[in-house]
């Protein structure tokens, strides 16, 4: 019987930044997945592209003065070149701003309306009247209908996180000016999801993949559903069939994006889109949990709707936190894969391995410096690399070739275990499972060769340390087969050692258990390498500085609070006594009356005052700062002055010292 093929897909990365950990928390696993089920002898097409409409981008490229095409074609290449060296490999990666998607795009629309699936209504639009244009999804800002928190057009993204449509936000102001926004009636285009109920009702219970997906959209489903606006009035996007102001919302193009880079990789391969998209190929699509309520409702509904056929899974990823922290760009909180990672030459391997066995895939991670350089010293270091090398090195120290024989039945059925347990963990989505069944076969391997100690055995029975080794390399056999999902880089360079000269990726996980090749073998390298303090504090350190200048942003962003300045113990004082300070030609030590007490202030006036002169003078000093030793004397204030000549403040008319400044 012929195999079904399968299609598996990422969620498209939006071109309007670069990537970071939060993005590959999705397609390390899907890469994984793919590699893995291509090594067990399935047919898998792995297809991803960047996401490149939408009112995000228009702003940023406004912003920045380059066009929304520019600026996609720039996050489009850094994308690719990440992936890329990330081990992320996609049979083809496409933009959704290219010319087969903006037709399939729109033969996919006028298949819905011929079907009686979309509808035109008026609507009320906010319209900037300074800036004299619509203002649609990231164009604007403020109160969400359903929580009342600060929120953008198309999200409630600081409250409770649901979806706006066109008209829906209170309070609505330019983004872009900060006017209030007019409300203007305008023809728009609706989707008619609630049609889609019941479809979705005995889709879904069927749906594979990870069981947060499927459960979150039945919930919803349930709960109730509403028509999609599927128009925006922009520029930048694909035109609306027959309407020459609006295009297709990016929700739309986007997924469509996963057909299109299917044609397009059959395009270049002789390969059948159609069987995927029309027929009965399995489409399996990665994506965050933040994006299960578009992938699992909408877009079956959009393909049922225009007659392709629906996905067949959605695996849906937790999200990840930073330090503890909510993941966030603005507030410092991120992990860049290329300037905080691939670029200080950090091993893309290590990450994958981290990102796979941190946690269940559904659940939240949650990153530190400190944890990953754990992970790779105490598992990869320690267990694995160790077994690796130490098998590897005596052979060669020993015997120099591969020594023959039987393996012992209890090896080989371990491997057989494990190779069972770690594909059914795959196929249920359990990538920790399966990166911790390969990890518990190096352990028992370590422990083996431990208790064996085939270095000293080698100098009383040489045969019998020739079967423990022999043992040892059928497991880093079966090891080496296995970890190329997970570390493709690590695995070709420890089949290298095993004598190989094709590919590791070129063999199936399943000749784990077949006999390891026969011949001499090179001298080994370590396969790992540990991570030194430094380093981590290095990392760790670079990231605090982000989060630190992150937040003197927002606070010169958005300035202090009446309640800090209120923090402030600013008052007048009159100085009682004034003296030069020996050995220090700019500062003179002045005694002022701050109206409850006396204080030593030492500033650095001297050149611009007599000093004789500053006595009697009212003049202004801030009180609660912590003291300063100023070349060896305290100063328990500190006096306001302005300017390079320091013109001392005083107040214009009379007040008692001690006054408070407000
Ligand atoms: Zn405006
Ligand atoms: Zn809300």
Not at 442 to 453: E, K, L, P, R, S
Not at 507 to 516: A, C, D, T
């Amino acid at each position: 019987m012929e195999k079904k093929p399968l299609l598996v897909t990422c969620g498209l990365p939006y071109t309007n930044g670069p990537c970071h950990l939060g993005h590959l928390r999705t397609y390390v696993p899907a890469d994984f997945y793919v590699r893995f089920l291509r090594r067990a002898g399935e047919d898998v097409v792995f297809v991803c592209g960047s996401d490149n409409h939408g009112t995000p981008i228009v702003v940023m490229a406004e912003e920045q003065g380059v066009t929304p095409a520019d600026l996609s074609r720039k996050y489009h290449a850094h994308f690719d070149d990440i992936f890329r060296r990330m081990g992320v490999l996609f049979d083809h990666f496409g933009m959704t701003d290219g010319e087969t998607n903006h037709r399939r795009t729109r033969s996919l629309v006028k298949a819905l309306q011929d079907h009686g699936y979309v509808y035109s209504q008026v609507i009320q639009q906010s319209y900037c009247p300074v800036c004299q244009r619509s203002l649609p999804d990231r164009y604007v800002e403020g109160l969400c209908p359903h929580c009342g928190a600060l929120a953008r057009g198309d999200e409630c993204d600081q409250g409770c996180g649901k979806h706006l449509e066109p008209g829906e936000i209170r309070k609505p102001k330019c983004r872009i000016c900060g006017t209030e926004a007019e409300l203007r009636e305008q023809e728009h285009y609706f989707f008619r999801l609630s049609a889609f109920r019941d479809m979705l009702l005995s889709y879904l219970p069927d749906l594979g993949g990870t069981s947060n997906a499927r459960n979150y959209a039945i919930g919803w489903v349930k709960d109730e559903l509403h028509d999609w606006c599927i128009t925006r009035t922009l520029e930048w996007g694909v035109r609306f069939p027959g309407k020459e102001d609006l295009v297709v919302y990016v929700w739309v193009d986007a997924p469509i994006g996963y057909i299109s880079f299917t044609e397009e990789w059959a395009g270049k391969t002789g390969g059948d889109w159609q069987r995927f998209w029309c027929r009965d190929g399995d489409i399996i699509h990665f994506i965050g949990s933040d994006i299960i309520y578009h992938h699992c409702i909408f877009w079956p509904a959009l393909l049922s709707g225009a007659g392709y056929h629906p996905p067949s899974a959605v695996v849906a990823s937790g999200m990840v936190k930073i330090d503890d922290q909510k993941f966030s760009k603005s507030r410092g909180y991120v992990v860049w894969t290329g300037e905080d990672y691939l670029d200080r030459g950090l091993d893309p391997d290590y990450l994958r391995y981290y990102l796979l066995s941190y946690t269940s895939h559904t659940k939240e991670l949650n990153f530190s410096w400190q944890g990953f350089a754990e992970r790779v010293n105490n598992e990869l270091v320690s267990t694995l690399g160790n077994f690796l090398y130490r098998s590897l090195y005596f052979t060669t120290q020993f015997f120099g070739t591969v020594p023959e024989g039987p393996v012992d039945p209890e090896v080989l059925d371990h491997i057989q275990k494990t190779l069972d347990g770690v594909e059914k963990a795959v196929r249920d989505y359990e990538f920790k499972g399966a990166v911790d069944g390969m990890m518990a076969l190096a352990a028992y391997g370590n422990t083996y060769i431990q208790n064996q100690a085939p270095w000293k055995l080698v100098k009383t029975d040489r045969a019998a340390a020739e079967a423990v080794i022999r043992n040892c390399l059928q497991l880093v056999h079966a090891l080496t087969l296995l970890m190329e999902p997970v570390m493709p880089g690590v695995a070709e360079r420890a089949w290298r050692m095993l004598g190989h000269a094709d590919p590791v990726a070129a063999h199936g996980i399943r000749e784990g258990l077949e006999p390891v090749k026969a011949g001499a073998l090179p001298d080994p390298a370590p396969l790992f390498a540990k991570m030194e303090s430094d380093q981590v504090k290095g990392l760790d350190d670079l990231l605090k500085k982000r989060v630190k200048e992150a937040k003197m942003r927002e606070q010169e962003r958005t300035g202090i609070s009446i309640e800090e300045f209120a923090r402030l113990d600013i008052r007048t004082a009159k100085v009682l006594s004034a003296e030069p300070v020996k050995g220090a030609k700019k500062l003179v030590k002045l005694q002022v009356d701050i109206g409850d007490g006396t204080r030593q202030v030492i500033a650095g006036i001297a050149e611009f005052y007599p000093v004789e002169s500053l006595v009697g003078k009212d003049i202004v000093v801030v009180v609660n700062l912590k003291p300063a030793k100023i070349f060896g004397l305290e100063s328990q204030a500190m006096l306001l002055a302005a300017g390079d000549r320091a013109s001392l403040l005083t107040p214009l008319s009379p007040v008692p010292p001690g006054t408070k400044i407000r």
